[in-house]
Nanobody, 121 residues
Framework: QVQLVESGGGLVQAGGSLRLSCAAS????????MGWFRQAPGKEREFVAA????????YYADSVKGRFTISGDFGKNTVYLQMNSLKPEDTAVYYC??????????????WGQGTQVTVST
């Protein structure tokens, strides 16, 4: 099993920045990609970004390219999501996720509890 704990959410004005962290524990050797997802009220959960555990490959949703950066400190079993130029439409609960299979698409097995990000106008 893998446990994931997110932190770093909060309230920020449009145009501002936040950095989310996701700390992994447990069987981290089983992790291939780690991803960030978000779910806004009344909407389905959507993919935001993913990184392979080695950090060698990174993927972004089109809606966040150029504004968000995913990175990892794998010695600390931690993945980050740096969010710049935030927009009100980025408001959502952000979830960290991981899975023991290759490929950033498809279902993820392990999920954090989520952290709220609210962007005000």
């Amino acid at each position: 099993q893998v446990q994931l704990v997110e932190s770093g959410g909060g309230l920020v004005q449009a145009g501002g920045s936040l950095r989310l962290s996701c700390a992994a524990s447990g069987r981290t050797a089983n992790i291939y990609p780690m991803g960030w997802f978000r779910q806004a009220p009344g909407k389905e959960r959507e993919f935001v970004a993913a990184i392979t555990w080695s950090g060698g490959t990174i993927y972004y949703a089109d809606s966040v390219k150029g504004r968000f950066t995913i990175s990892g400190d794998f010695g600390k079993n931690t993945v980050y999501l740096q969010m710049n130029s935030l927009k009100p439409e980025d408001t959502a609960v952000y979830y960290c996720a991981a899975k023991p299979r290759l490929g950033y698409r498809g279902p993820y097995d392990y999920w954090g509890q989520g952290t709220q990000v609210t962007v005000s106008t």
